[in-house]
């Protein structure tokens, strides 16, 4: 029996663990890293299944700093590979001003990303002539490559009262900056979109086919929390909004039925025999006790991920 049969699917994987990344390295080995309840450090796991991170140790590789920049609201992890070194793209804030939430990079001195070294590369640099990225509320960056280019893809609030969120994309020069001007590619449109507060965020990126499919969340972090997606030919200039094309409708919402709610802030992988998966939190619950914000409830959760045999379309479905 291989690993991958033992997965189970769409109910709680890892408890407690909001916005799931999984990275699968060129050795095979997995590792996972998320937001946790305390949203105060970061963490990894490591395991040469995915099934086996749900009960691999946890390794904390940097803590937030007591005061200024970096001491409040560490959000959303993502681990990455680039130019032979391990990089972690996160989101923080000011214990003195909560809500200033900026995007900032780390990078591993070593090679064993749990057990070497990690040093601030300080908050993601923009590029020359730009002077709006990053200066209000900014999170969830996710980084994906294409025809040998790499991408930085983003979430930043606009406005001063009620802000909106929306999603940016740009060229990166190094890991930890940025060569091209922000682009919008997406603003919350729709109604789905519109629940609570105005939201685009949690991006992630999957190919297929000859496509680039975008998905990304939106609305308020309850039982409205749904996911939309974003699609692009990777021949096209993704630099052009006009390349992308936005689904009118979620491509997947809560099922009160399974106990499902709120999905979203998702990331992709494979499962060891090569089939596309999903990672994605959510809650059992419908009511929220509390600030949804500080209820530790988000689960991380897979999916198996099937493919549209005509056109090439992810489906995400909870029968998959």
Same mark, same amino acid.
Request: aromatic share 14%; glycine share 6%; proline share 7%.
């Given at each position: ?40 450090g970061i963490v990894l796991r490591r395991c ?39 990089y972690v793209y996160y989101s923080g804030g ?8 900026? #995007?900032? =990079?780390?990078?591993?001195? &070593?090679?064993?990303? %749990?057990?070497?070294?990690?040093? +601030?590369? !300080? ?79 949690? #991006?992630? =990126?999957?190919?297929?086919? &000859?496509?680039?499919? %975008?998905?990304?969340?939106?609305? +308020?972090? !309850? ?98």
């Amino acid at each position: 029996m291989s690993e991958s049969t033992k997965l189970k699917f769409n109910e709680p994987w890892i408890p407690q663990r909001a916005d799931p990344y999984v990275y699968r390295h060129t050795d095979g080995m997995y590792y996972f890293t998320a937001s946790v309840p305390a949203y105060d450090g970061i963490v990894l796991r490591r395991c040469e299944t995915l099934a086996g991170l749900a009960n691999a140790p946890e390794t904390e590789i940097w803590h937030k700093h007591e005061r200024g920049i970096m001491s409040k609201h560490i959000w959303a992890p993502e681990l990455h590979y680039l130019d032979g070194k391990w990089y972690v793209y996160y989101s923080g804030g000011d214990v003195d001003d909560i809500w200033e939430i900026r #995007p900032y =990079v780390l990078e591993c001195q &070593g090679q064993d990303p %749990l057990a070497d070294p990690w040093v +601030e590369k !300080g908050k993601m640099k923009r590029a020359d002539g730009d002077v709006f990225s990053f200066e209000a509320f900014s999170l969830d960056a996710t980084v994906f490559e294409n025809k040998g280019r790499r991408y930085y893809v983003w979430a930043e609030k606009v406005s001063v009262y009620p802000q909106i969120s929306n999603l940016y994309i740009a060229e990166m020069e190094t890991p930890c900056s940025l060569k091209t001007v922000q682009v919008l590619l997406t603003t919350p449109d729709y109604d789905w979109e519109r629940v609570g507060f105005w939201v685009d965020e949690g #991006p992630a =990126v999957i190919h297929n086919a &000859g496509k680039i499919y %975008l998905t990304y969340s939106a609305s +308020e972090t !309850g039982p409205a929390y749904c996911m939309g997606m974003l699609t692009a030919d990777e021949d096209s200039d993704l630099l052009d909004p006009r390349s992308w094309t936005k689904e009118r409708y979620p491509v997947l919402t809560s099922d009160p039925s399974r106990g499902i709610y709120g999905p979203g802030h998702n990331s992709f992988t494979v499962d060891e025999d090569g089939n596309p998966i999903m990672v994605y939190h959510a809650r059992t619950e419908e009511k929220i006790i509390g600030n949804p914000l500080y209820n530790p409830n988000r689960h991380a959760m897979l999916m198996r991920l099937k493919f549209d045999p005509e056109s090439g379309r992810p489906i995400f479905s909870y029968d998959a």
